[in-house]
């Protein structure tokens, strides 16, 4: 399998651009997961979805950020508009269903700079 | 206070040395714990896995967990410098569900 898949692997966007990362799962995985890493505060969970359904955005930071997941094989996280303070790695990551392990598989990351 | 603490370190050891890594945390539903490692401007990888309480070895390392002390560890023997690299805790109470990750410990092993 070719792993997770993420887009685009750099980002460098003026700030109140909008800004759209993208992410393909493992096939037969039906967990995803879009987390954030900074120095400050580590790698973060900022929403994850089972079956295409979101279950627990409690750490998308606020308004400016939404995730769909339109089908089992895709996945998007926008923020609109970007500020400075959003540069940080973007980690999209899968796993299998419930029962198969809870393992979480991570992809190379999209790596955000907002200037 | 986070559910799980991690000395972000760096550690830097000679190679051939034991390292230990450590975490703890505070929600004692945690059941599943794992240890990833991530190298420089790559995504993390599942580096062990253990369920529940006890010991697990793959090759030099070794992941134990404490569930009385809410304490987990990973020891490295013979370190390597291909080792070099920052290691994550993570934990999670429901099979397939969100782990949560410690802050990761960087670890140089000089040769």
């Known amino acids: 399998d070719a792993g997770v898949i993420q887009s685009p692997r750099h980002e460098v966007t003026e700030m109140g651009q909008e800004v759209t990362l993208r992410c393909k799962p493992i096939?037969?995985?039906?967990?995803l997961f879009w987390y954030r890493q900074t120095m400050m505060r580590g790698l973060e969970l900022l929403i994850y979805?089972?079956?295409?359904?979101?279950?627990?955005d409690s750490g998308m930071p606020e308004d400016r950020f939404s995730a769909k997941m339109p089908n089992a094989s895709f996945s998007t996280l926008k923020i609109q508009p970007s500020e400075p303070r959003d540069s940080a790695v973007y980690f999209c990551?899968?796993?299998?269903?419930?029962?198969?392990?809870?393992?979480?598989?991570f992809g190379e990351g999209s790596w955000l700079t907002v200037v | 206070q986070k559910e799980v603490e991690q000395d972000p370190g760096p550690l830097s050891v000679p190679e051939g040395a034991i390292v230990s890594l450590n975490c703890t945390y505070s929600n004692s539903a945690f059941q599943y714990f794992m240890w990833y490692r991530q190298y420089s401007r790559k995504g993390p990888e599942l580096l062990m896995y253990t369920y529940s309480s006890g010991n697990k070895e793959d090759g030099r390392f070794t992941a134990q967990v404490d569930k009385s002390s809410k304490y987990i560890s990973l020891f490295i023997r013979d370190s390597q410098p291909s080792d070099s690299a920052t290691y994550l805790c993570?934990?999670?109470?429901?099979?397939?569900?969100?782990?949560?990750f410690g802050q990761g410990t960087e670890l140089s092993v000089k040769p």
């Open positions: 993570a934990m999670g109470h429901n099979q397939g569900g969100k782990l949560i």
């Open positions: 979805f089972n079956n295409n359904v979101p279950i627990d």
């Open positions: 096939s037969g995985h039906d967990y």
């Open positions: 990551a899968s796993s299998p269903p419930a029962g198969l392990g809870n393992t979480i598989y």
